[in-house]
Protein backbone atom coordinates (compact mmCIF):
# COMPACT_ATOMS: atom_id res chain seq x y z
CA UNK A 1 0.00 0.00 0.00
CA UNK A 2 1.43 2.90 -1.16
CA UNK A 3 1.12 6.61 0.89
CA UNK A 4 -0.48 9.55 -0.43
CA UNK A 5 1.47 11.72 -2.29
CA UNK A 6 0.39 15.17 -3.55
CA UNK A 7 2.28 16.63 -6.41
CA UNK A 8 3.08 20.51 -4.71
CA UNK A 9 4.50 18.63 -1.87
CA UNK A 10 6.41 15.87 -3.60
CA UNK A 11 8.12 18.06 -6.09
CA UNK A 12 9.82 20.22 -2.99
CA UNK A 13 12.70 17.52 -3.11
CA UNK A 14 13.91 18.31 -6.36
CA UNK A 15 14.38 22.06 -6.19
CA UNK A 16 17.03 24.19 -4.50
CA UNK A 17 17.45 27.08 -2.09
CA UNK A 18 16.07 29.40 -4.76
CA UNK A 19 13.24 27.58 -5.77
CA UNK A 20 14.62 26.25 -9.25
CA UNK A 21 14.94 22.67 -10.72
CA UNK A 22 17.91 21.10 -9.13
CA UNK A 23 19.10 18.68 -11.93
CA UNK A 24 21.23 16.53 -10.02
CA UNK A 25 18.68 15.66 -7.11
CA UNK A 26 16.29 14.26 -10.46
CA UNK A 27 19.82 12.00 -11.47
CA UNK A 28 19.79 10.72 -7.75
CA UNK A 29 16.69 9.59 -7.64
CA UNK A 30 15.92 8.18 -10.90
CA UNK A 31 19.66 6.44 -9.54
CA UNK A 32 17.97 4.99 -6.82
CA UNK A 33 14.73 4.24 -8.11
CA UNK A 34 16.39 2.26 -10.86
CA UNK A 35 17.93 0.01 -8.32
CA UNK A 36 14.13 -1.74 -7.98
CA UNK A 37 12.53 -1.01 -11.17
CA UNK A 38 13.61 1.11 -14.56
CA UNK A 39 10.92 2.71 -15.64
CA UNK A 40 10.97 3.97 -19.19
CA UNK A 41 10.94 7.94 -17.90
CA UNK A 42 14.08 6.62 -16.13
CA UNK A 43 15.58 5.10 -19.05
CA UNK A 44 15.17 7.86 -21.07
CA UNK A 45 16.60 10.69 -18.57
CA UNK A 46 20.31 10.06 -20.52
CA UNK A 47 23.33 12.53 -19.95
CA UNK A 48 22.29 14.35 -23.26
CA UNK A 49 18.72 15.28 -22.32
CA UNK A 50 20.26 15.99 -19.17
CA UNK A 51 22.42 18.72 -21.40
CA UNK A 52 19.24 19.62 -23.31
CA UNK A 53 16.86 20.47 -19.86
CA UNK A 54 19.63 22.82 -18.70
CA UNK A 55 19.15 24.87 -22.15
CA UNK A 56 15.86 25.38 -21.29
CA UNK A 57 13.74 28.34 -19.68
CA UNK A 58 13.35 28.07 -16.15
CA UNK A 59 9.55 27.69 -15.97
CA UNK A 60 10.02 25.04 -18.58
CA UNK A 61 12.17 23.29 -15.99
CA UNK A 62 9.78 23.21 -14.12
CA UNK A 63 7.40 21.44 -16.54
CA UNK A 64 9.91 18.87 -17.25
CA UNK A 65 9.66 18.32 -13.50
CA UNK A 66 6.29 18.35 -13.42
CA UNK A 67 6.27 16.00 -16.59
CA UNK A 68 8.47 13.30 -14.20
CA UNK A 69 6.74 13.62 -11.21
CA UNK A 70 4.61 10.72 -11.16
CA UNK A 71 7.55 8.55 -11.55
CA UNK A 72 10.19 10.34 -9.40
CA UNK A 73 7.34 9.38 -6.49
CA UNK A 74 6.20 5.68 -7.42
CA UNK A 75 9.35 3.08 -7.23
CA UNK A 76 6.75 0.42 -9.26
CA UNK A 77 6.16 3.28 -12.45
CA UNK A 78 6.52 1.46 -15.77
CA UNK A 79 6.03 4.70 -17.88
CA UNK A 80 6.57 7.42 -15.15
CA UNK A 81 5.45 10.43 -17.56
CA UNK A 82 2.47 12.48 -17.75
CA UNK A 83 2.34 15.35 -20.44
CA UNK A 84 0.82 18.87 -18.63
CA UNK A 85 -0.29 20.74 -21.72
CA UNK A 86 -0.50 19.15 -25.32
CA UNK A 87 2.55 21.04 -26.42
CA UNK A 88 4.86 19.01 -23.71
CA UNK A 89 5.37 16.52 -26.84
CA UNK A 90 7.11 19.12 -29.01
CA UNK A 91 8.78 21.34 -26.55
CA UNK A 92 10.27 17.93 -24.49
CA UNK A 93 10.15 16.05 -27.95
CA UNK A 94 13.79 15.16 -27.06
CA UNK A 95 13.01 13.06 -24.13
CA UNK A 96 9.29 11.68 -24.85
CA UNK A 97 10.00 10.87 -28.35
CA UNK A 98 11.90 7.85 -27.72
CA UNK A 99 9.77 7.13 -24.77
CA UNK A 100 6.96 6.57 -27.11
CA UNK A 101 8.21 5.06 -29.81
CA UNK A 102 9.58 2.10 -27.41
CA UNK A 103 6.46 2.18 -25.66
CA UNK A 104 4.38 1.51 -28.47
CA UNK A 105 7.36 -0.49 -30.51
CA UNK A 106 7.18 2.14 -33.40
CA UNK A 107 10.34 2.06 -35.63
CA UNK A 108 11.08 4.37 -38.47
CA UNK A 109 8.63 7.01 -39.44
CA UNK A 110 4.85 6.99 -38.32
CA UNK A 111 2.36 9.27 -38.38
CA UNK A 112 -0.62 8.47 -37.10
CA UNK A 113 -3.83 7.52 -38.94
CA UNK A 114 -7.50 7.41 -38.10
CA UNK A 115 -9.67 4.54 -39.50
CA UNK A 116 -12.58 3.49 -38.06
CA UNK A 117 -13.82 1.23 -40.72
CA UNK A 118 -14.74 -1.51 -38.41
CA UNK A 119 -16.71 -4.53 -39.88
CA UNK A 120 -19.89 -5.91 -38.03
CA UNK A 121 -19.99 -9.83 -37.87
CA UNK A 122 -16.08 -10.48 -38.81
CA UNK A 123 -14.79 -9.89 -34.85
CA UNK A 124 -17.26 -12.48 -33.58
CA UNK A 125 -16.42 -13.85 -30.00
CA UNK A 126 -18.22 -17.22 -30.60
CA UNK A 127 -16.35 -17.83 -33.50
CA UNK A 128 -13.16 -18.58 -30.92
CA UNK A 129 -15.45 -20.50 -28.21
CA UNK A 130 -19.54 -21.09 -28.97
CA UNK A 131 -19.85 -20.42 -25.80
CA UNK A 132 -18.92 -16.82 -25.75
CA UNK A 133 -21.91 -15.73 -26.40
CA UNK A 134 -22.68 -12.80 -24.05
CA UNK A 135 -19.23 -11.09 -23.01
CA UNK A 136 -19.01 -7.81 -21.53
CA UNK A 137 -17.07 -5.36 -24.34
CA UNK A 138 -15.87 -2.15 -23.55
CA UNK A 139 -13.81 0.36 -25.78
CA UNK A 140 -12.85 3.56 -24.94
CA UNK A 141 -11.06 6.68 -25.86
CA UNK A 142 -9.12 9.29 -24.67
CA UNK A 143 -9.34 12.91 -25.46
CA UNK A 144 -8.59 16.34 -24.65
CA UNK A 145 -10.26 19.49 -26.26
CA UNK A 146 -7.87 22.24 -27.98
CA UNK A 147 -7.09 25.13 -25.82
CA UNK A 148 -7.05 23.58 -22.29
CA UNK A 149 -4.33 22.82 -19.96
CA UNK A 150 -4.08 18.97 -19.64
CA UNK A 151 -5.21 17.43 -15.92
CA UNK A 152 -1.70 17.13 -13.95
CA UNK A 153 -1.98 21.05 -14.62
CA UNK A 154 -5.57 22.44 -14.74
CA UNK A 155 -5.71 24.35 -11.94
CA UNK A 156 -9.64 24.06 -10.01
CA UNK A 157 -11.06 26.92 -11.53
CA UNK A 158 -10.37 24.96 -15.13
CA UNK A 159 -11.11 21.77 -13.96
CA UNK A 160 -14.46 23.24 -12.99
CA UNK A 161 -14.70 25.74 -15.99
CA UNK A 162 -14.17 22.72 -18.04
CA UNK A 163 -16.95 20.27 -16.27
CA UNK A 164 -19.53 23.12 -17.19
CA UNK A 165 -18.35 23.44 -20.50
CA UNK A 166 -18.92 19.66 -20.90
CA UNK A 167 -22.49 20.34 -19.53
CA UNK A 168 -23.52 22.85 -21.88
CA UNK A 169 -22.36 20.24 -24.80
CA UNK A 170 -24.30 17.21 -22.88
CA UNK A 171 -27.53 19.25 -23.48
CA UNK A 172 -27.05 20.01 -26.91
CA UNK A 173 -25.94 16.82 -28.79
CA UNK A 174 -28.41 14.54 -28.98
CA UNK A 175 -28.22 11.27 -27.22
CA UNK A 176 -30.55 11.23 -23.94
CA UNK A 177 -28.47 10.66 -20.84
CA UNK A 178 -28.11 12.22 -17.70
CA UNK A 179 -25.04 13.89 -15.75
CA UNK A 180 -23.93 12.80 -12.81
CA UNK A 181 -21.14 15.78 -11.08
CA UNK A 182 -19.11 14.66 -7.92
CA UNK A 183 -18.06 18.44 -8.08
CA UNK A 184 -19.23 19.79 -3.90
CA UNK A 185 -22.45 21.81 -4.69
CA UNK A 186 -22.81 21.19 -8.33
CA UNK A 187 -26.59 21.16 -9.94
CA UNK A 188 -25.68 17.80 -10.79
CA UNK A 189 -24.16 16.63 -7.85
CA UNK A 190 -24.98 12.99 -6.82
CA UNK A 191 -24.09 11.53 -3.09
CA UNK A 192 -21.15 9.47 -1.82
CA UNK A 193 -23.53 6.11 -1.89
CA UNK A 194 -24.72 7.33 -5.55
CA UNK A 195 -21.07 7.36 -7.06
CA UNK A 196 -20.42 4.07 -5.05
CA UNK A 197 -23.53 2.39 -7.07
CA UNK A 198 -22.04 3.63 -10.30
CA UNK A 199 -18.37 2.27 -9.05
CA UNK A 200 -19.74 -0.89 -8.09
CA UNK A 201 -21.49 -1.06 -11.84
CA UNK A 202 -18.16 -0.52 -13.27
CA UNK A 203 -19.06 2.49 -14.57
CA UNK A 204 -17.44 5.33 -12.33
CA UNK A 205 -13.73 5.74 -12.23
CA UNK A 206 -12.14 5.26 -8.53
CA UNK A 207 -11.36 7.82 -5.96
CA UNK A 208 -8.64 8.98 -7.56
CA UNK A 209 -6.64 10.31 -4.10
CA UNK A 210 -6.37 6.36 -4.04
CA UNK A 211 -4.07 5.97 -6.32
CA UNK A 212 -0.45 7.55 -6.45
CA UNK A 213 0.54 7.94 -9.43
CA UNK A 214 -2.36 10.02 -9.88
CA UNK A 215 -2.03 12.27 -7.07
CA UNK A 216 1.98 12.67 -7.29
CA UNK A 217 1.41 13.91 -10.68
CA UNK A 218 -0.98 16.16 -10.12
CA UNK A 219 -3.62 14.42 -12.41
CA UNK A 220 -5.59 13.82 -9.08
CA UNK A 221 -5.44 17.29 -7.64
CA UNK A 222 -8.44 19.33 -6.81
CA UNK A 223 -10.44 16.32 -6.44
CA UNK A 224 -13.33 15.80 -6.38
CA UNK A 225 -14.00 18.94 -8.05
CA UNK A 226 -14.62 18.89 -11.98
CA UNK A 227 -15.02 15.19 -12.09
CA UNK A 228 -18.42 13.56 -13.22
CA UNK A 229 -19.84 11.29 -15.80
CA UNK A 230 -22.49 11.37 -18.50
CA UNK A 231 -24.89 7.77 -18.29
CA UNK A 232 -26.98 7.31 -22.10
CA UNK A 233 -30.27 6.68 -20.84
CA UNK A 234 -29.96 3.01 -22.03
CA UNK A 235 -26.81 2.54 -20.08
CA UNK A 236 -24.58 1.57 -22.85
CA UNK A 237 -22.50 4.83 -23.70
CA UNK A 238 -20.59 6.73 -20.63
CA UNK A 239 -18.19 9.91 -20.61
CA UNK A 240 -15.73 10.58 -18.04
CA UNK A 241 -14.94 13.98 -16.97
CA UNK A 242 -11.82 14.91 -15.49
CA UNK A 243 -10.11 11.70 -14.67
CA UNK A 244 -6.48 10.87 -16.52
CA UNK A 245 -7.40 13.07 -19.51
CA UNK A 246 -10.17 15.60 -19.74
CA UNK A 247 -12.82 13.38 -21.47
CA UNK A 248 -12.59 9.34 -21.69
CA UNK A 249 -15.33 8.26 -24.22
CA UNK A 250 -16.59 5.31 -22.95
CA UNK A 251 -18.83 2.39 -24.81
CA UNK A 252 -19.63 -0.93 -22.77
CA UNK A 253 -21.99 -3.89 -25.19
CA UNK A 254 -23.10 -6.91 -24.04
CA UNK A 255 -22.42 -9.47 -26.65
CA UNK A 256 -20.09 -11.28 -28.90
CA UNK A 257 -19.51 -8.86 -31.65
CA UNK A 258 -16.80 -6.74 -31.09
CA UNK A 259 -17.87 -4.53 -34.03
CA UNK A 260 -20.77 -3.42 -32.34
CA UNK A 261 -19.25 -2.16 -29.02
CA UNK A 262 -17.18 0.27 -31.79
CA UNK A 263 -19.93 1.06 -33.76
CA UNK A 264 -21.56 2.08 -30.53
CA UNK A 265 -18.65 4.01 -29.34
CA UNK A 266 -18.17 5.73 -32.83
CA UNK A 267 -21.77 7.17 -32.65
CA UNK A 268 -21.00 8.89 -29.04
CA UNK A 269 -17.85 10.32 -30.35
CA UNK A 270 -19.24 11.80 -33.51
CA UNK A 271 -22.12 13.15 -31.08
CA UNK A 272 -19.11 14.67 -29.27
CA UNK A 273 -17.71 16.13 -32.07
CA UNK A 274 -20.66 17.26 -33.86
CA UNK A 275 -21.22 19.52 -31.01
CA UNK A 276 -18.30 21.71 -31.64
CA UNK A 277 -15.41 20.37 -29.59
CA UNK A 278 -12.17 20.51 -30.97
CA UNK A 279 -9.91 17.54 -29.89
CA UNK A 280 -6.28 18.06 -29.03
CA UNK A 281 -4.22 16.62 -31.74
CA UNK A 282 -0.40 16.13 -32.74
CA UNK A 283 0.49 16.10 -36.38
CA UNK A 284 2.75 12.85 -35.58
CA UNK A 285 1.31 11.69 -32.99
CA UNK A 286 -2.63 11.76 -33.45
CA UNK A 287 -4.46 12.20 -30.41
CA UNK A 288 -2.40 14.05 -27.29
CA UNK A 289 -3.47 12.10 -23.80
CA UNK A 290 -1.76 12.77 -20.60
CA UNK A 291 0.01 9.17 -20.75
CA UNK A 292 2.02 8.89 -23.78
CA UNK A 293 0.72 5.43 -23.47
CA UNK A 294 -2.47 6.79 -25.08
CA UNK A 295 -1.34 8.49 -27.32
CA UNK A 296 -2.29 7.89 -31.06
CA UNK A 297 -5.54 6.44 -31.28
CA UNK A 298 -6.34 6.70 -27.51
CA UNK A 299 -8.21 3.82 -27.77
CA UNK A 300 -8.21 0.91 -25.81
CA UNK A 301 -10.35 -2.08 -26.32
CA UNK A 302 -11.03 -4.88 -23.73
CA UNK A 303 -13.12 -8.14 -23.12
CA UNK A 304 -14.15 -9.41 -19.97
CA UNK A 305 -12.84 -13.32 -19.74
CA UNK A 306 -12.22 -15.77 -16.91
CA UNK A 307 -8.71 -17.50 -17.56
CA UNK A 308 -9.08 -20.06 -14.47
CA UNK A 309 -6.80 -22.57 -15.62
CA UNK A 310 -3.98 -19.96 -16.81
CA UNK A 311 -4.22 -18.35 -13.77
CA UNK A 312 -4.37 -21.80 -11.33
CA UNK A 313 -7.96 -20.67 -9.98
CA UNK A 314 -6.73 -16.72 -9.69
CA UNK A 315 -3.59 -17.15 -7.70
CA UNK A 316 -1.18 -16.62 -10.27
CA UNK A 317 -2.02 -13.44 -12.40
CA UNK A 318 1.17 -13.00 -12.79
CA UNK A 319 1.23 -15.54 -15.66
CA UNK A 320 -1.64 -14.26 -16.95
CA UNK A 321 -0.49 -10.72 -17.32
CA UNK A 322 3.34 -12.67 -18.97
CA UNK A 323 1.37 -14.84 -21.56
CA UNK A 324 -0.96 -11.50 -22.46
CA UNK A 325 2.34 -9.27 -22.85
CA UNK A 326 3.54 -11.87 -25.25
CA UNK A 327 0.41 -11.68 -27.29
CA UNK A 328 0.56 -7.73 -27.50
CA UNK A 329 -2.12 -7.84 -24.92
CA UNK A 330 -2.61 -6.05 -21.25
CA UNK A 331 -4.84 -7.93 -18.44
CA UNK A 332 -5.73 -6.45 -15.75
CA UNK A 333 -8.23 -7.06 -13.17
CA UNK A 334 -11.94 -6.03 -13.31
CA UNK A 335 -11.73 -2.65 -10.84
CA UNK A 336 -9.80 -1.25 -13.50
CA UNK A 337 -5.82 -0.61 -14.09
CA UNK A 338 -4.14 -1.80 -10.78
CA UNK A 339 -7.07 -3.99 -9.83
CA UNK A 340 -6.87 -7.80 -8.88
CA UNK A 341 -8.75 -11.01 -10.56
CA UNK A 342 -11.17 -13.15 -8.82
CA UNK A 343 -10.40 -16.95 -8.50
CA UNK A 344 -12.19 -17.15 -11.85
CA UNK A 345 -9.23 -15.75 -12.91
CA UNK A 346 -11.71 -12.60 -14.41
CA UNK A 347 -9.29 -10.10 -16.41
CA UNK A 348 -9.99 -7.22 -18.70
CA UNK A 349 -7.85 -8.31 -21.79
CA UNK A 350 -6.80 -5.49 -24.14
CA UNK A 351 -4.46 -5.12 -26.76
CA UNK A 352 -1.32 -2.59 -25.59
CA UNK A 353 -0.47 -0.27 -28.85
CA UNK A 354 -2.56 3.05 -29.40
CA UNK A 355 0.04 4.38 -31.56
CA UNK A 356 0.79 3.32 -35.09
CA UNK A 357 -2.05 1.68 -35.34
CA UNK A 358 -5.40 2.46 -35.94
CA UNK A 359 -8.43 2.34 -34.58
CA UNK A 360 -9.80 -0.69 -36.46
CA UNK A 361 -6.42 -2.73 -36.00
CA UNK A 362 -6.78 -2.39 -32.29
CA UNK A 363 -9.98 -4.27 -32.57
CA UNK A 364 -8.00 -6.67 -34.67
CA UNK A 365 -5.70 -6.67 -32.71
CA UNK A 366 -8.10 -7.99 -29.91
CA UNK A 367 -9.62 -10.64 -31.72
CA UNK A 368 -6.35 -12.37 -33.07
CA UNK A 369 -4.97 -11.92 -29.50
CA UNK A 370 -7.71 -13.74 -28.08
CA UNK A 371 -7.80 -16.61 -30.49
CA UNK A 372 -4.83 -17.67 -29.26
CA UNK A 373 -4.92 -16.68 -25.48
CA UNK A 374 -7.80 -18.76 -25.24
CA UNK A 375 -5.90 -20.99 -27.11
CA UNK A 376 -3.77 -21.21 -24.12
CA UNK A 377 -6.57 -21.28 -21.83
CA UNK A 378 -7.14 -24.74 -23.22
CA UNK A 379 -3.98 -26.02 -23.23
CA UNK A 380 -3.62 -24.79 -19.54
CA UNK A 381 -6.70 -26.96 -18.73
CA UNK A 382 -5.01 -30.09 -20.33
CA UNK A 383 -6.74 -29.97 -24.09
CA UNK A 384 -10.38 -30.17 -22.18
CA UNK A 385 -12.39 -27.30 -23.60
CA UNK A 386 -15.42 -27.90 -20.94
CA UNK A 387 -12.96 -26.64 -18.02
CA UNK A 388 -12.44 -23.32 -19.88
CA UNK A 389 -13.99 -19.98 -20.92
CA UNK A 390 -16.50 -20.08 -18.13
CA UNK A 391 -19.23 -17.49 -18.96
CA UNK A 392 -20.28 -14.26 -17.68
N1 LIG B 1 -3.22 4.76 -16.76
C1 LIG B 1 -2.06 4.79 -17.36
N2 LIG B 1 -1.73 5.82 -18.07
N3 LIG B 1 -1.28 3.73 -17.26
C2 LIG B 1 0.03 3.62 -17.75
C3 LIG B 1 1.11 4.16 -16.83
C4 LIG B 1 0.74 4.37 -15.42
C5 LIG B 1 1.86 4.85 -14.50
N4 LIG B 1 2.19 6.21 -14.72
C6 LIG B 1 3.10 4.00 -14.68
O1 LIG B 1 4.06 4.50 -15.16
O2 LIG B 1 3.12 2.84 -14.32
Redesign the pocket.
Known amino acids: MHTCVFKNDARKAYLDADGKVDLAKIQARWTELGKIKV?L?NKYFTPAVVEKVKGLSDSDQQRFLDVMM??LS?D?????V?ATRPEDYDVFSFYLEPLIREYHKIEGQTKQEHDWNIPVGEYVLTKIDSRLEKVSMRARVARNVKGWNLPPSMDKDERIRFENKMVEVFGSFGIPGKYHSLTPGHKNEITNQQADELRNKHFLFNDMTTDN?LTS?GVASDWPHGRGIWISEDETKMIWIGE?DQLRIISIVQGNDLGKVDQSLHDLLNGIERSGLEFAEHPIYGVIT??P??MGTGKRQSILGKFPNITKGGTDEKKLKEVARSLGLQARGVGG?HSNMDKEGTADISPSARFGVTEAIVTKRLFEGLIKLYDMEVQAAGGNRQNCCIIY
Open positions: SGGGNDSSVGYHSETCTNE
